[in-house]
């Protein structure tokens, strides 16, 4: 348990970042600021961010333009995910308050930068996913960040006021 937790587990959530991006504070971060958990996952792709935003912009579930993952496995969950092969015209202007559904959870647009930042919240506001497009060397660093809260137990509180009490003698 240990080796996973110290260095599976860090690989895993930051797949392919450099340990300065995965600790970097990002846009988009501000939309949940006391995360429980952070995944900072990168590459490197060989064309320009305009040609990499379109792709980006048509994300989500069907009739949009998929997740460009495992199509199979993101449809056992209910996700509705039909990655398409071409780009979409009608999803190439995403605007701060659309919204569609990714399984149970309601994701809206929350920040929209054309060619370099896209970011969904979800509506309880426990998850936000965020993606930057960052030109180097001619090509395009795309940087995918996940923050979330997890669901706890009991519901958090405000705390409460301690109370003393002086008896007068």
Request: glycine share 8%.
């Amino acid at each position: 348990m240990g080796l996973y937790s110290g260095l599976a587990r860090k690989s895993i959530l930051n797949w392919g970042a450099t340990d300065e991006e995965a600790s970097a504070r990002l846009s988009g971060d501000e939309l949940l600021e006391h995360a429980d958990g952070v995944s900072t996952r990168a590459i490197d792709i060989d064309a320009p961010p305009a040609a990499v935003w379109p792709w980006l912009a048509q994300m989500g579930p069907a009739p949009r333009g998929g997740a460009y993952t495992y199509d199979w496995i993101e449809n056992l969950l209910g996700l509705n995910m039909h990655s398409t092969d071409h780009v979409l015209p009608e999803f190439q202007h995403p605007q701060v308050g659309e919204s569609f559904s990714l399984g149970s959870s309601r994701m809206t647009i929350d920040r929209v930068e054309s060619q370099h930042v896209l970011a969904w919240r979800s509506e309880d506001g426990n998850w936000v996913w965020t993606f930057l497009l960052e030109p180097r060397d001619g090509g395009t660093r795309l940087i995918s960040r996940n923050r979330f809260r997890l669901p706890k137990l009991v519901p958090r509180r405000p705390a409460k006021a301690k109370w003393s009490l002086r008896l007068a003698g």
